[in-house]
């Protein structure tokens, strides 16, 4: 079992930055594939960005397109910790930040695909 603790949210003014963390327990953290997902009021759980486990020495990132060039997703495996950088943040990114774990190397865009997750933490972008 994966316990995933998220933090770091808060509130901020747009153009401002934030960087969330999650933190993770358990001694296999390294060979997950990491997410980074969020969920506005009445809205789906949307994806945001993911992290390969280490495949060589390399590390895959994904982003989705609405967060491409202002979010970074970056991970610290001795540290059992990944992180969601946020620059230039809109007020369309206010939503609850949700940290996922794949049994799997590559991470997913579909929420389903991952197995464990966090309790989220509230994001609020204001204009």
């Known amino acids: 079992q994966v316990q995933l603790v998220e933090s770091g949210g808060g509130l901020v003014q747009a153009g401002g930055s934030l960087r969330l963390s999650c933190a993770a327990s358990?001694?296999?953290?390294?060979?997950?594939?990491m997410g980074w997902f969020r969920q506005a009021p009445g809205a789906e759980r949307e994806f945001v960005a993911a992290?390969?486990?280490?495949?060589?020495?390399?590390?895959?990132?994904y982003y989705a397109d609405s967060v491409k060039g202002r979010f970074t997703i970056s991970r610290e495996n001795a540290k059992n910790t990944v992180y969601l950088q946020m620059n230039s943040l809109k007020p369309e990114d206010t939503a609850v930040y949700y940290c996922?774990?794949?049994?799997?190397?590559?991470?997913?865009?579909?929420?389903?695909?991952?197995?464990?997750w966090g309790q989220g933490t509230q994001v609020t972008v204001s204009s």
């Open positions: 358990g001694r296999t953290f390294s060979s997950y594939a």
């Open positions: 996922a774990a794949k049994i799997a190397t590559m991470p997913g865009r579909v929420y389903h695909e991952y197995d464990y």
């Open positions: 992290i390969s486990a280490s495949v060589g020495s390399t590390y895959y990132a």
